[in-house]
């Protein structure tokens, strides 16, 4: 059984935590990040969504790269600061920007965009059934041979296993909610994509042990 009431208040941690933090990840894209940028351009993928765009250092490396933005994002004030970043350097004409709780579907048409990237957005409070609903939506937004890259921490993280179980493959650590995955969710979500790389990396000091996916839509 999930602690619901942990997870609706994740959007008001992530907001103190932003509010408190606001260069949390560093301004520089993440290793994923510059990945989808290199991927992505090779491919002539030219409109982009982000889900999870957080304080916006990997959407920054997107439209440095010349790419059309779409940032989705729940925590409203990240967006204003990011949409001040992109002004001050110049490339804010290709930024989009969508508040939004990807718990619901997707506010955009059918077929809209070339790629879909996230960093750990997937790992966030969000139910294995929530996860079927966004990947259903991910391959909906996204065009015929569109391009899907994301990454999540896996159950050979340090931190899975500890902290409070909050159900479902989610523990809470310091006041974050983490769903660590295992191949077999990958494989799941990976249903009507074509599944090209599950590529281990690492992050950070601890260091987070992740996978980079990398999927493209059948």
Do not use: C
């Amino acid at each position: 059984m999930t602690d619901q009431n942990a997870i609706d208040a994740q959007r008001a941690h992530w907001q103190r935590t932003f509010a408190a933090n606001p260069d949390m990840y560093g301004t520089q894209a993440s290793d994923p990040g510059q990945y989808a940028v290199n991927l992505f351009a090779g491919e002539h993928k030219r409109d982009v969504l982000e889900l999870g765009a957080g304080q916006g250092r990997d959407t920054l490396a997107l439209l440095g790269a010349g790419f059309k933005v779409t940032a989705l994002e729940y925590e409203s004030e990240s967006l204003v600061g990011l949409r001040d970043r992109a002004d001050s350097l110049g490339v804010a004409d290709h930024l989009r920007t969508t508040t939004h709780d990807v718990r619901e579907p997707l506010p955009y048409p059918n077929a809209h965009f070339d790629a879909v990237y996230s960093h750990m957005l997937f790992n966030m409070a969000l139910t294995t059934t929530e996860l079927d609903a966004l990947a259903d939506q991910v391959r909906r937004v996204l065009r015929p041979d569109g391009l899907h890259v994301y990454s999540v921490r896996h159950i050979g993280d340090a931190h899975y296993g500890s902290g409070v179980s909050l159900g479902d493959g989610m523990y809470e650590n310091g006041g974050f909610i983490v769903h660590f995955f295992d191949r077999a969710l990958v494989d799941r979500l990976a249903d009507g994509f074509s599944l090209l790389e599950v590529h281990d990396f690492e992050e950070g000091a601890l260091p987070r042990k992740l996978w980079r996916i990398t999927l493209r839509k059948s």
